[in-house]
């Protein structure tokens, strides 16, 4: 079954301590990225990354860190998580056709940082 | 930086009603793209548009892009309790460097 997964769904941390969401898909797709939707904000781009060892800024980069040094996983991580970054945050991943990327979602992972 | 706004924010109806959503922008898009996200889940593409004025038709939903490429609606037919959920429009302009900017969404809600 073609799918994005991502891990945890379900983060409770504190402040300063560092973490890591895992992201993983199985459909050899070029294109990945992450974003994080919070009420009246909608959807926005951490990171994107168009194929193994690049990947560019979003709209809202600050406090994150990604890599990709293999084509199915695109790790998020928060080297020291702030109340600010408490939100829903989703992977994503696509081929990239004349449409742009056309995006297939993981099924999320709320994080509360106190 | 790129914004999509959408309207209305919210939008509650009664099964069987019309509906039209919006996505207006004042900046010009390659391409736009909609999704539909239901409680708990991911958001799931609908459908892509990438030329000025047109129409792509999804069973009950129409999706049109407009001729200047800056906006774009969503028009539901009959609506069904089934087409309730949060619905984002997302552009994308090759001038961007390959980022995908999403609306603000619409949350519609269909009762029986």
């Known amino acids: 079954e073609a799918q994005v997964t991502q891990n945890p769904r379900y983060l409770i941390t504190v402040t300063g301590k560092k973490l890591t969401v895992t992201c993983s898909q199985n459909?050899?797709?070029?294109?990945m990225s992450w974003y994080r939707q919070d009420p009246g904000l909608g959807l926005r781009q951490i990171y994107y990354s168009m194929n193994v060892e690049v990947t560019d800024k979003g709209d809202v980069p600050e406090g994150y860190k990604v890599s990709r040094k293999e084509k199915r996983n695109f790790p998020l991580i928060l080297e020291s998580p702030s109340p600010n970054q408490t939100s829903l945050y989703f992977c994503a991943s696509s081929l990239f056709g004349t449409g742009g990327p056309e995006q297939f979602f993981g099924p999320g992972t709320r994080l509360t940082v106190l | 930086t790129q914004l999509l706004e959408q309207s209305p924010q919210f939008l509650s109806i009664q099964e069987g009603e019309n509906l039209t959503v919006y996505c207006n922008s004042s900046?010009?898009?390659?391409?736009l793209q909609w999704y539909r996200q239901e409680p708990g889940e991911g958001p799931v593409l609908l459908v892509t548009?990438?030329?000025?004025?047109e129409v792509k038709k999804l069973k009950r939903l129409t999706f049109q892009f407009g001729d200047a490429r800056k906006d774009s609606s969503l028009h539901i037919t009959a609506a069904q309790p089934g087409d309730t959920g949060l619905y984002l429009c997302?552009?994308?302009?090759?001038?961007?460097?390959?980022?995908?900017?999403f609306g603000t969404g619409t949350r519609l809600q269909v009762t029986l």
């Open positions: 997302a552009g994308f302009n090759t001038g961007t460097a390959s980022k995908l900017t």
């Open positions: 459909m050899n797709h070029e294109y």
């Open positions: 548009v990438v030329t000025g004025g």
């Open positions: 900046s010009v898009f390659s391409s």
